[in-house]
């Protein structure tokens, strides 16, 4: 492992301790600068003669990179174009990545990143992060030391059999690690040398996968039981070791190991599962924003979850959690929310339940009284004409899910229905907005998982909002790290869901979004780390406790800008073997 050496000066100058010089030098990503070393560099660094002769800028760069992977149609190959210049250039990757965030959100991360998944065996160019399989046992901890850099801060992990809506992917799930993580560097400035994505390879189940002869991955079916259980224990204790200030994000895990892992290891080591718990806080945040919107108070509302998985159960555990704060209980606590599955309606008399969906199963004489007989439950028209929701939250990635007798009950009893069709990729939607809207008459406020376009109804724009995670994860890191967290709680992501709401402008409800632009992402990933640091130094898990006012100016030195950097000597830390002599530009 390397230690990545960028300090910055009292001027503000960064300067990065090289230890590289030459071709190896031009073709580090970590390093290079391409075209955007000077003159003097080139002299100074071995690099005459290896690149042609002009010097361009940073913003030159971005511009023109921009332009070629603009000139790409099918949003794959801008997937592959971006990937192959994060392989080639990290500081130009962040650079047009952030100048263009809105537009390439898509591409690094849902839908596109959906397809890069189940193509990863076909597109693959050149590896990125690390993969553990069984055959590793007994010496994680020693793949682990292969990392690139040492000083790492943020793992994000995956088994990779929950991909998205897509279901087992194989060693091809390793695209979302690497696309979460590169949102984390763009919208919170994580430092991309402290980042490590890692594939828990430990087979698939996938059949189509299993056959296909260029599969990458560790070609046998998935380890399950104790085996799979002491892997992950030993790759948490060697996280731990070889790590020590790492968080780490459990990512696209399957419903049951998603919420095992998170509850035996959230106190072992800093950690969460996105899916549940940033998931959950998009949610609440859209509820609290669309209470604004709607004039509901949220106690008020009755909110109707179809799917009850990681997604479901995460948003109606923190919808539970701040209704009890707000003093509801009992019946009324129980009301509040009502879960579909498979199955139909959770009830409490049903042995298939598993044990997360158990807390929220209605006992059978509730249904009832509400007119829902065992044959109604399972019909969610039915069931929408009994409880009469004001809000619909879709992720049980089944496409079409929301009819259109549905969602025209729905709007039936309530003036502005709130309809979250969530599964992503976009093939996997419960409903397309248009018809939602169409359906509701243009009143539903509408949100998605992948982003949509804006609808036209009857003469109005409808602007649909992105229930994006990225909303909150990002924030929830930078806030953990900075702060020190030695556990990150549920009212951390119950502070980030309360900052997300206020960030939703009443331009953006009035336009018909729950949600904010992801183009403001970083500024309100900044917003919701402060809420963050505050909560965790409140709730007494900061090993670094910051006052309020301190909190900006902490972060804002914690937020890595991929600006151009000055060359400087690194003898301290050059690997045996490397050239000495190094420069110092001043
Ligand atoms: P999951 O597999 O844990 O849960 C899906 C649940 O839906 C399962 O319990 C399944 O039995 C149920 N289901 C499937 N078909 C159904 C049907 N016809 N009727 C009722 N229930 C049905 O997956 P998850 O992690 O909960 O994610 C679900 C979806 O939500 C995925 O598509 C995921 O991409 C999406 N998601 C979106 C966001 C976001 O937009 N911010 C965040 C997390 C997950």
Redesign the pocket.
């Known amino acids: 492992m390397e230690r990545y050496d960028l300090r910055t000066e009292p001027s503000g100058r960064k300067r990065l301790a090289v230890p590289y010089r030459g071709a190896r030098l031009l073709r580090h990503p970590m390093y290079t600068k391409g075209t955007a070393f000077t003159q003097e560099e080139r002299v100074s660094l071995g690099l005459e003669g290896l690149l042609p002769h002009s010097v361009t800028t940073l913003e030159q760069q971005s511009r023109r990179v921009y332009a070629s992977i603009q000139r790409k149609t099918d949003p794959l190959e801008k997937y592959i174009g971006l990937a192959a210049l994060q392989d080639r250039n990290e500081y130009l990757f962040y650079r047009v990545l952030i100048d263009h965030i809105q537009e390439f959100l898509p591409i690094v991360y ?1 839908p596109t990143v959906g397809r890069a998944c189940q193509e990863f065996s076909h597109i693959f160019r050149r590896a990125r992060g690390l993969w553990i399989t069984p055959e590793h046992r007994g010496q994680i901890a020693d793949v682990l030391k292969n990392a690139p850099f040492e000083d790492i801060r943020l793992i994000v992990v995956t088994d990779n059999e ?1 991909i ?2 897509l279901g087992d992917q194989g060693v091809g799930g390793m695209g979302i690690p690497i696309g979460k993580l590169a949102l984390y560097t763009a919208a919170a400035g994580i430092p991309p040398w402290q980042t490590l994505p890692i594939s828990l390879d430990v087979g698939t189940d996938n059949m189509d996968l299993l056959d296909d002869e260029f599969y990458l991955g560790w070609r046998a079916p998935r380890l399950r039981g104790p085996e799979y259980d002491s892997l992950v224990e030993e790759f948490v204790q060697a996280v731990k070791r070889v790590f020590p200030r790492a968080l780490l994000q459990w990512e696209d895990f ?2 049951l190991n ?1 919420f095992r892992l998170l509850d035996r290891y959230r106190k072992t080591l800093p950690s969460f599962n996105d ?1 549940i718990q ?2 959950a806080a ?1 949610g609440v945040a859209a509820l609290l924003a669309g209470s604004r919107a709607t004039g509901i108070p949220l106690r008020q509302q009755r909110v109707l979850f ?7 159960i995460g948003i109606g555990r923190l919808v539970r959690e701040t209704l009890r704060g707000e003093g509801l209980e009992g019946e009324a606590l129980t009301t509040a929310t009502a879960h ?3 199955q139909g309606l959770l009830m409490d008399d049903d042995p298939m339940l598993d044990p997360v969906q158990r807390a929220f199963a209605w006992p059978a004489e509730l249904a009832d009284r509400m007119g829902l007989v065992p044959d109604r439950r399972r019909d969610l028209e039915a069931v929408i004409r009994a409880y009469q929701p004001t809000v619909l939250i879709g ?4 496409p079409g ?1 929301f009819t259109e007798g549905a969602i025209r009950e729905m709007a039936r009893h309530t003036v502005r229905p709130l309809v979250l069709a ?3 990729p976009t093939s ?1 939607a419960e409903a397309k907005p248009e018809d939602i809207l169409a359906w509701s008459e243009g009143r539903a406020l509408v949100a998605t ?1 992948s982003p949509s376009d804006a609808v036209t109804f009857e003469g109005r724009v409808h602007r649909i909002g992105q ?3 990225v909303f909150i994860f990002p924030g929830v890191g930078l806030g953990a790290l900075v702060s020190e967290a030695r556990e990150v709680t549920d009212g951390m992501f119950a502070a980030a869901a309360r900052q997300l709401a206020r960030e939703v402008r009443d331009d953006d409800l009035e336009a018909g979004s729950l949600f904010p632009s992801t183009a403001r992402i970083r500024d309100i990933t900044a917003h919701v780390a402060e809420a963050v640091v505050r909560e965790a130094r409140d709730s007494g898990v900061a090993n670094r406790p910051l006052e309020d006012g301190l909190i900006p100016g902490v972060l804002a030195e914690a937020i890595w800008n991929p600006t151009s950097y000055l060359p400087s000597d690194p003898a301290p830390l050059r690997p045996a073997g490397t050239e000495a002599s190094m420069p110092i530009f001043v």
């Open positions: 849902t929950r998205l809506g399957k419903k998603a899916d940033g998931t998009v179809f799917g009850s998985g990681a997604a479901g579909l599955d498979l992720v049980s990635a089944s899910a969530l599964s992503n996997k998982g229930g994006n995670n």
